[in-house]
């Protein structure tokens, strides 16, 4: 018998979208606090026991919501290639792969990024950016401008991430106007400004 997850039924999953996608189209409509179950329900096309069958209340479907995305976002991460473009740029496929993956599912991520209605969102994709990044510096090590300045390693990881963050937001406020590629290659040339690229 092998460690894989039991598959869930394509019916729950299924459900679950019809109630996420009229979460997401609601909030584009009305303030989050004026989003009842009985709106999720009837824009679901559902009743409000099936919504019950799946969440607790909206809390935990925003909960739950969060926890997928922060899952989405890290099997990126996961999948992405080792290899480089060239050896200053060590993030370059994995950024290029998360502004792919937003592009694509750009309703969603306007929606829970853009606006400030969930910040769940931005907290917890700070959180994890927060997490992958103190993961690189630990393993490639920090900067070496960074040592040579003076700068601590848990202040320049908040930059990194907040840096990062500001960006996408900004990015899909202002509608997207750059491709993934270029923002990623814009987001690398601004790194590459330091001075230890000398």
């Given amino acids: 018998m092998g460690n894989t997850k039991p598959r869930t039924d394509p019916r729950i999953l299924r459900t679950r979208q019809l109630i996420r996608d009229a979460f997401v189209e609601l909030i584009q409509e009305i303030d989050i ?3 009842s179950v009985n709106r999720i329900a009837e824009r679901a096309t559902i009743n409000r026991v099936t919504f019950y069958l799946h969440y607790r ?3 935990d479907l925003l909960e739950k919501m969060a926890d997928d995305m922060v899952e989405d976002i890290k099997q990126i991460f996961n999948n992405s290639p080792a290899t480089q ?7 370059w496929p994995i950024m290029l792969n ?5 592009a694509e599912h750009a309703k969603f991520y306007k929606v829970v990024l853009a606006t400030k209605r969930t910040p769940i969102f931005t907290d917890r994709l700070l959180k994890l950016l927060t997490g ?3 993961e690189r510096v630990e393993k490639f090590g ?3 401008f960074f040592t ?6 848990d202040i320049a ?3 990194a991430s907040s840096a990062l963050i500001g960006t996408i937001i900004s990015w899909l406020r202002n509608d997207m106007p750059y491709t993934p590629h270029f923002l990623t290659k814009q987001f690398f040339l601004l790194l590459s400004q330091y001075p230890n690229k000398k």
């Fill in 85 to 91: 473009i060239c050896p200053e740029e060590k993030g």
């Fill in 132 to 134: 992958l990044i103190t």
């Fill in 157 to 159: 990881i908040w930059y």
């Fill in 33 to 35: 606090e004026k989003i």
């Fill in 148 to 153: 040579v300045a003076g700068i601590q390693k």
């Fill in 57 to 59: 209340d909206i809390p």
């Fill in 142 to 144: 920090s900067d070496p």
């Fill in 98 to 102: 998360l502004l792919e993956y937003i």
